[in-house]
Structure formats: C-alpha cells, structure tokens
C-alpha cells in the first residue's frame, strides 16, 4: 500500500460560486438574462505543532466566458480588491466569502487566480515571506471541466481545491520540527458541486478515544499502468472530526494515519452527488 509523503497537509482553499439566475428580475433583484455568482473560501488545517498561520493575498479572481468562434475570449473579473486571509481561519466545509457578482447566462470554460502575495508563519513566530512564481500573479489559470453552464432559473456551484500539501513545500525535516522556508508553487482543482458530494466522520483509537491532528487521505485508484492518485487530505479537529468537500461522485478508498499508530485503510468508499458519506476509522495502537 502506498503512504503519503505530505510536505505539510493539504489546504483546501475553496472558491464557491453560487450562481443563481432567474427570469423575474423584480423577485430575485438580478437583472433580466443575467446570473449571480457569490464567491467564498474554506480550507482544511495543516498539521499541529508546525504552522500558526498561512496567509496568501489575492487581488483578483476572473472566469472566461467560452465564445463558439477563434477569437480569443476575455476574463470577467469576479473580484478586483486584495483579499488577504488566514487560510487557518477556514477549515471543515467553513466559507468565506469573496465576490457577488452577475454573469450573462452562458458556458463558463475557466477560472484566472491572482496570488500576489504569500507567507507561512510559524508556532515560534518564525516568518516565511514566500516567492510567487512567474506567471501566478498576473494569473493562475484552472479549467472549468466540464465547463460551467449558466441557465435561467438554475443555481450552479464551483468549487476550487487549493491544494497545499503539493503547493507549499517544506524546506528541511518537518518530520524533526525544522523548516528552513517554503517553495511555492499553486496547484488548483475545480470542482462542480452540483456533481459532487462530501465525505466526514471521526478517527479514534481502540479505546474509543477520539484523536486530533489524524491525516485523512482521499485516493482514487485508477489503471494499472498508472499510480493511484491522491485527491485531498484533511486533518481532525480538536473533537477527532474531519470533512472533506467538493468530492466529485465516484468510488474511492482512504487511509487515515498518525504517529505511534497503525494506518487504517478503508476501501470502496462511495461518493454520491448531494450527499454525505459518513466514514469513521479506527487507530490501532503500535506495539
């Protein structure tokens, strides 16, 4: 079986469009052939003992409108004002907004992500001001697959996965509590959510003791000739809960592993659309 190597953990920054149009513009105050997207952010926490914070500052999120011709089509900007945030602050399905704005109805083919800014700080008030790689200010491009269509009368929602155990890498052995920096590098999903659902539950030991801190990770095994892929990682909370949202329906298994005990796998975890999959593990002690 394979095992994670995480850098740190996996940040979930979540960007949730909810994107709501309607006919009767004098109900729904959004005007006539147009629809209303309301941007928010979560996240899941990264390990305990290592990080206080982690705050990235975004001056601008963008979607493009997919044209039928060559022509080149332009980004809509959703939000054009720095955004500064604590990704800490928001864990466990928790969402801030960032944006309200109305949309043309319309297909929807990408989003554009402006990171101007970054930075770690850690339990010991040790500070990482972290280099934004070339390209990712004047934009982070994601794909919107499949593409986002906005309908009269339809609500669609779109999350975007900020993944942090692969976009902050750890400079030293973490493992040994020494960090010497972060390389920086964003990688982002994005998520349907009227085509995804959620997974949570509890980890706790043999003695029915719930523990905090446990990485919960979420695969999907694909071919043979290729390696399962690592979807999403969320560590428990003070109560031994988790939550992992924007799960796009499908099978998967998972593994929940912490120090001083033996890694619990469960397999053939299914994910429905709209729904939550309640899946609760069981850490047995090392001898």
């Known amino acids: 079986m394979k095992k994670i190597g995480l850098a740190l953990t996996t940040i979930v920054l979540g960007i949730l469009l909810m994107v709501a149009c309607s006919d009767e513009s004098e109900t729904t105050g959004i005007t ?3 629809g209303k997207v309301n941007v928010y952010l979560t996240d899941a926490p990264f390990p305990i003992g290592l990080v206080s914070q982690t705050i990235v500052t975004i001056d601008k999120v963008e979607i493009r409108k997919q044209e039928n011709d060559t022509t080149e089509a332009s980004f809509i900007p959703l939000m054009e004002d720095d955004f500064e945030v604590d990704l800490l602050s928001l864990s466990n ?4 907004q960032l944006a309200s704005v109305e949309l043309e109805a319309g297909t929807y083919d990408m989003m554009r992500l402006h990171v101007v800014d970054a930075e770690v700080i850690l339990t010991d008030q040790t500070v ?3 280099k934004i790689p070339s390209g990712t200010s004047s934009g982070l491009k994601i794909k919107i697959e499949p593409a986002l269509t906005i309908n009269s009368g339809e609500t669609s929602d779109v999350l975007l996965d900020f993944d942090v155990s692969k976009s902050f890498v750890a400079k030293g052995n973490w493992k040994d509590g020494m960090i010497n920096g972060f390389n920086f590098k964003p990688v982002v999903r994005c998520v349907l959510l009227d085509r995804a659902g959620r997974i949570e539950g509890t980890v706790s030991d043999t003695s029915n003791v719930l523990l905090p801190n446990t990485a919960v990770n979420l695969w999907t095994e694909v071919s043979d000739m290729e390696e399962d892929s690592l979807i999403t990682t969320a560590f428990t909370n003070e109560m031994g809960g988790y939550k992992l949202i924007g799960i796009p329906e499908g099978t998967y298994y998972m593994i929940a592993e912490q120090d ?4 619990d796998t469960i397999w053939n975890v299914d994910v429905l659309k709209g729904q939550s999959t309640q ?3 069981v850490l047995t002690p090392e001898q």
Not at 93 to 96: F, K, L, N
Not at 260 to 263: A, H, I, M
Request: proline share 0%.
């Open 279 to 281: 899946i609760d593990f």
């Open 93 to 96: 399905g928790i969402t801030e």
């Open 32 to 34: 006539a052939g147009k």
């Open 128 to 130: 990482f001001d972290l």
């Open 260 to 263: 001083n005990f033996l890694t």
